[in-house]
């Protein structure tokens, strides 16, 4: 059973749009993740600009790779140093803490990543 970083079961992070290593809609991982994309995080305008910026653009549909772009709001698995990064530049969007991985915790402090935590409005 995959954890997360409280280590209790991993839960989904999205369906739609299909999020994952696995497009299983977990932030689940193996070795061959050289990404670790483990972090559920939760897109905001600045975090996705700064991706755009760094060079890697999630905005924008690409139908061939069954992808229809993100948006503010939208859950997706974020690879962990990516996540770091936005969070030194000031742009880090907020995490779903029981859809993220142990394994973020090998680069992120868990300390970072409460400071990050997604609540849902009801």
Known sequence: MAKN????????????????????????TSEEDFG?????????EDFLRFSFDQGNDLITPHP????????????????????????????????????THERALEVIPLEYLIRFAYKETL
């Open 5 to 28: 970083v409280f280590g209790t079961e991993l839960k989904p992070c999205s369906m739609k749009p299909l999020t994952g290593f696995f497009r299983d809609g977990s932030c689940n």
């Open 36 to 44: 670790s994309h483990t972090v559920c995080a939760v897109m905001t």
């Open 64 to 99: 061939q790779y069954n992808f229809e772009g993100l948006g503010p709001g939208d859950h997706w698995c974020l690879c962990a140093l990516r996540w770091l990064e936005a969070f030194q530049a000031n742009a880090a969007p907020l995490v779903d803490l029981e859809a």
